[in-house]
């Protein structure tokens, strides 16, 4: 396989996640903030902080109100990361490979892509918000299921899940890291504090596993353990370093990047991340977010055609 192709493939990947997960945040705040009482709510700037964007959105935002940060994280042209240009970023990449991909693969891209764009204003007000964010969650959905059902499982299928898997794990532990810095915990809030585990586990569609693997009660040392450590979980750190391994395991010359592999699974298996308090949970979080930054430059160094800057 052409590294151009298994490039692109990869990113497409990235980009599909990157879009769903940020829609899935999107409206699991946006029922956060209906649960809390008013006052209390984080509101929408930790949201800006999980994509990465807090000092690009600052160049051109003077507060983080809901118009404002709604509209950048949907379809905010500047931010590479919004909704749309996620969007936009896969389509072009998929246009590129559609000799590649099945032709219905395709299709379902395009027709995210102008679901996004032409219905952004359902996204923006209130009453379309849900079901606008729920089309683009189900529509990420049924894409990678397309793929997973029709697309030969061969390299091309093995970078579509390595981009996957870096993507979804590195939105994980950004998700766990802010929502845990940013928990209210004032008195008036105290009663509200499981609601907000709640919705950092509603934020990686994890509720219900969670309930199934740690039982009914959702306390903070329970859902961090969950979040990173659990094996069978498709979401949680612990899974996705493992899907990793298996992944590349078979590409040639990977053994460097496995045992960078195995040193983060090491590393995350030894640590008592229950016992954590807020700021070394933190510290060991950005640990965490360098290894899967140094697994993604060492993928784009062995098999990409541009080395990773």
């Known amino acids: 396989m052409l590294s151009r192709v298994g490039e692109t493939l990869y990113w497409m990947s990235r980009y599909i996640e990157r879009a769903e997960n940020v829609a899935r945040l999107i409206n699991v705040n946006n029922m956060l903030m209906m649960d809390l009482p008013k006052g209390v709510s984080t509101g929408w700037e930790p949201l800006v902080d999980i994509i990465g964007a807090r000092e690009s959105y600052q160049e051109t935002h003077t507060d983080f109100s809901e118009p404002k940060a709604l509209r950048y994280l949907l379809v905010g042209k500047d931010n590479f990361s919004s909704i749309l240009n996620s969007i936009i970023s896969a389509r072009e990449s998929a246009r590129t490979i559609r000799d590649v ?63 996957l898997m870096i993507e979804r794990a590195d939105m994980t532990s950004r998700i766990l890291d802010i929502r845990s810095e940013n928990l209210i915990i004032s008195e008036e809030a105290k009663p509200f504090e499981n609601i907000q585990w709640i919705s950092l586990l509603r934020s990686l569609s994890a509720y219900q596993m969670y309930r199934q693997e740690m039982g009914v009660r959702v306390q903070r040392s329970d859902v961090i353990e969950f979040v990173m450590h659990s094996d069978v979980f498709p979401r949680s750190i612990m899974y996705c370093l493992g899907q990793m391994k298996a992944l590349i395991s078979p590409l040639p010359n990977s053994a460097e990047i496995i045992t960078s592999i195995d040193k983060a699974i090491d590393e995350l298996k030894a640590g008592d991340v229950r016992s954590l308090e807020k700021g070394y949970l933190h510290e060991y979080i950005d640990e965490i977010q360098i290894k899967l930054a140094g697994i993604h430059n060492d993928l784009a160094e062995l098999y990409f055609l541009k080395p990773a800057e």
């Open 101 to 163: 991909i099945p032709r219905d693969i395709w299709e379902e891209i395009n027709t995210l892509y102008y679901y996004v764009k032409d219905n952004q204003n359902e996204g923006l007000s209130k009453r379309g918000r849900f079901a606008y964010l729920k089309a683009i969650i189900d529509a990420a959905h049924q894409i990678f299921g397309a793929l997973d059902a029709t697309i030969n499982h061969d390299l091309g299928y093995t970078f579509i899940r390595l981009g």
